[in-house]
T-cell receptor
């Protein structure tokens, strides 16, 4: 069974802090994604990566960066956390085949105070 | 502009009844259409993926249909169970690479006894 593991289920940080969210997948997937999910807005893509050290901006990359040094791990970084980044963050992975589904982690609920 | 619209926004049904959720999209070029189920506090889980040439796909009590001409899809749930209470998200994949995913905002289904 595919497993996508996010490092924390809940996280509370202060404004201005640098925040790291980690995601690990165990299925040798080429693609990895970071989304945020807010009530009434659905899932919005922040960044994705289709290979090690490769990254592409999604719809809302401002205030975020990512790192993919190993195939199984994809990190989301909030450079200087702000209250409007309080949200549910979801990581997903998939094979490169466009007709394969994404597999999601259970999310990190991040609160910025 | 690529868009995915889902209806209704929310739905309440009695256990054992059937229901149908709708998804209309304006996405080009179309690659595939996906339905996901998201339980409260969990990440989305894939139910079906349909390509342009497929018009019906089943996964247990879930049956998805696709009409590529009218750009509409539906998800039919048969003999609903309490565990079907969740958010159902329609996602359309655009382009050759399949990494351009346009998410609907979801339909929240509540099944009561």
């Amino acid at each position: 069974d595919v497993k996508v593991t996010q490092s924390s289920r809940y996280l509370v940080k202060r404004t201005g802090e640098k925040v790291f969210l980690e995601c690990v997948q165990d299925m040798d997937h080429e693609n990895m994604f970071w989304y945020r999910q807010d009530p009434g807005l659905g899932l919005r893509l922040i960044y994705f990566s289709y290979d090690v050290k490769m990254k592409e901006k999604g719809d809302i990359p401002e205030g975020y960066s990512v790192s993919r040094e190993k195939k199984e791990r994809f990190s989301l970084i909030l450079e200087s956390a702000s209250t409007n980044q309080t949200s549910m963050y979801l990581c997903a992975s998939s094979f490169a085949d466009r007709n394969q589904p994404q597999h999601f982690g259970d999310g990190t609920r991040l609160s910025i105070l | 502009k690529n868009q995915v619209e889902q209806s209704p926004q929310s739905l309440i049904i009695l256990e054992g009844k059937n229901c149908t959720l709708q998804c209309n999209y304006t996405v080009s070029p179309f690659s595939n259409l996906r339905w996901y189920k998201q339980d409260t506090g969990r990440g989305p889980v894939s139910l079906t993926i349909m390509t342009f040439s497929e018009n019906t796909k089943s996964n247990g009590r879930y049956t998805a249909t696709l009409d590529a001409d009218t750009k509409q899809s539906s998800l039919h749930i048969t003999a609903s169970q309490l565990s079907d209470s969740a958010s159902y998200i329609c996602v359309v994949s655009a382009g050759q690479a399949g990494t351009a995913l346009i998410f609907g905002k979801g339909t929240t289904l509540s099944v009561s006894s």
